[in-house]
């Protein structure tokens, strides 16, 4: 069932950054003997599509974006992905529906549930930024569009 919600140790920066990245690597698939296409992109051959992995800088406020964590079959798990993007969201040009959210401000949220992502935007709301890393996935023959 899927749901959808609207939205004591000390590290020095780097190596928050950097422990912040590895945990994230395995959510990012990597390239393979086919290569990235230089866009970002690329496949591994299989025949699935190629994604892309990029991050969005999101303004303070709400985001006007819905987040829903349906079942995923082929992994057996639930990913937050965009359900729906509000014409007014301020990020409207730059997030579409279905794109997977991987994590907010470098924290990996892809065991979150929708509602635990979208608490975590609104408490980081009055933040002037957000980075939100996002997956997305290929459409069409050509590529991303």
């Not at 749901?3 to 004591?8: A, E, I, L, P, Y």
């Not at 975590?120 to 890393?133: D, G, P």
């Amino acid at each position: 069932m899927s749901q959808h919600h609207s939205v004591g140790y000390h590290e020095n920066g780097s190596q928050q950054q950097q422990r912040q990245q590895q945990q994230l690597s395995h959510l990012i698939q990597p390239p393979t003997s086919r290569g990235n296409d230089g866009y970002g992109r690329y496949s591994n051959g299989s025949g699935a599509a190629p994604q892309e992995t990029f991050t969005i800088d999101a303004p303070k406020g709400k985001l006007g974006v819905v987040i829903d964590t349906p079942y995923q079959s082929n992994t057996g798990t639930t990913m937050p992905i965009v359900h729906a993007v509000k014409d007014s969201s301020p990020i409207a040009d730059r997030i579409q529906v279905g794109d997977k959210l991987i994590a907010v401000d470098e924290e990996d949220v892809t065991s979150m549930s929708a509602i635990q992502v979208s608490k975590l935007l609104a408490r980081k709301s009055e933040q002037s930024v957000r980075k939100l890393t996002i997956v997305r996935t290929a459409r069409g023959r050509g590529g991303i569009y």
